[in-house]
């Protein structure tokens, strides 16, 4: 089975700042896909970013961007220039090609913005 | 225009009682899911529906029931009512189950809590 760890339960940045959300993922497959998801206090999930894993360039959303290392197997959230609203928890999640589509979640990383 | 809406947004009920969340998406999409996410914030899939047929059901206890009368519901009926059930139920839609991304759009949580 898919495992997805995130060893980060809290993290703080600065305003303004950049800050790096830490994700690994355990897999066999060799064809899957990556995603991060936003959930603010407001409990709705929001998908922030996402990765093909066939794909080498690596995801870029505006302030959002991956670093997404196949063979180790990480997929790390890179939120440039933060904002007080980027203040959420981040899920990283993992799709694989045979098993209906369902999303395997991390456990969360709570992300502080300090104005 | 909500995309996947779910009723109602807060339960609150004794143990031992029956009860029903909803969910509708007007997406247009195949396949529903719920998750559920525990007070540890850690999220995992319950079921998946695609075309009103049940194609993933994780190991959740039998008082679980969904139900779909169509593609655009997915219901989650719940008996008898246990402490440990207390958690957010979260809706989801998705085109489909294989091939390309196939985003999952998230309801807004409907969170469960049981005295």
């Known amino acids: 089975a898919q495992t997805v760890t995130q060893s980060q339960p809290e993290m703080s940045v600065q305003e303004a700042e950049t800050v790096t959300l830490s994700c690994t993922y355990d897999t066999s497959e060799s064809d899957y896909y990556l995603f991060w998801y936003k959930q603010p206090p407001s409990r709705q999930m929001i998908l922030v970013i996402r990765q093909e894993a066939y794909k080498q360039q690596n995801a870029t959303e505006n302030r959002f961007s991956v670093n997404f290392q196949k063979a180790a197997k990480s997929f790390s959230l890179k939120i440039s220039d933060s904002q007080l609203g980027d203040a959420a928890m981040y899920f990283c999640a993992y799709r694989g090609t045979f098993a209906g589509n369902m999303l395997t979640f991390g456990g969360g990383t709570r992300l502080m913005v300090k104005p | 225009d909500t995309a996947v809406s779910q009723t109602p947004k807060y339960l609150v009920t004794q143990m031992g009682n029956d009860k029903s969340i909803k969910c509708e998406q007007n997406?247009?999409?195949?396949?529903m899911y719920w998750y559920k996410q525990d007070s540890k914030k850690f999220l995992k899939i319950m079921f998946s529906?695609?075309?009103?047929?049940?194609?993933i059901n994780e190991t959740v206890p039998n008082r679980f029931s969904p139900k779909s009368p169509d593609k655009a519901h997915l219901n989650l009926h719940i008996n008898s009512l246990e402490l440990g059930d207390s958690a957010v139920y979260f809706c989801a839609s998705s085109q489909g189950t294989s091939g390309g991304y196939n985003e999952q759009f998230f309801g807004p949580g409907t969170r469960l809590t049981v005295l």
């Open positions: 529906y695609n075309n009103k047929e049940l194609i």
């Open positions: 997406l247009g999409h195949d396949t």
